[in-house]
């Protein structure tokens, strides 16, 4: 049961990061004005990096191959994208400060499951899980 609820886990978090990963790229523009709403700097180049970086992550992880990297470098992602546009303590014009309270607490389970996934496969039979 402990094995079905971790790949279960595991196949979840994959898909939390691989649909918003590839519509980074489909919905390109909308992507960069918001990221541009919250003042950010080099915005092509970073919204390409996150596309890439959750699309490749979370094969990794459905695939069950290298996943504490991919779980701690989601995370890290996680928090950056938490403190640049989820950032409800800011105001910022035509943005919902509640959804985004709303928005960053999610994240902040969603950083919580990976920091557990991670911690899971941590010191298993081929470590690069």
């Not at 400060?97 to 994240?107: A, Y």
């Amino acid at each position: 049961m402990k094995s079905a609820l971790i790949h279960v886990g595991r196949g979840l978090l994959a898909l939390y990061f691989l649909l918003p990963g590839i519509m980074k790229f489909a919905q390109w523009d909308m992507h960069i004005a918001l990221m541009e709403t919250h003042g950010m700097v080099m915005v092509p180049a970073l919204l390409a990096l996150a596309g890439v970086t959750q699309i490749g992550a979370s094969i990794c992880l459905f695939l069950n191959k290298q996943v504490v990297i991919c779980a701690l470098g989601l995370a890290a992602m996680v928090l950056l994208i938490n403190l640049n546009l989820h950032d409800f303590w800011n105001i910022y014009e035509g943005v919902d400060t509640q959804h985004e309270t709303q928005n960053f607490f999610k994240n902040m389970g969603i950083f919580a499951g990976l920091l557990l996934l991670a911690a899971i496969n941590m010191g298993q039979e081929g470590a690069e899980k």
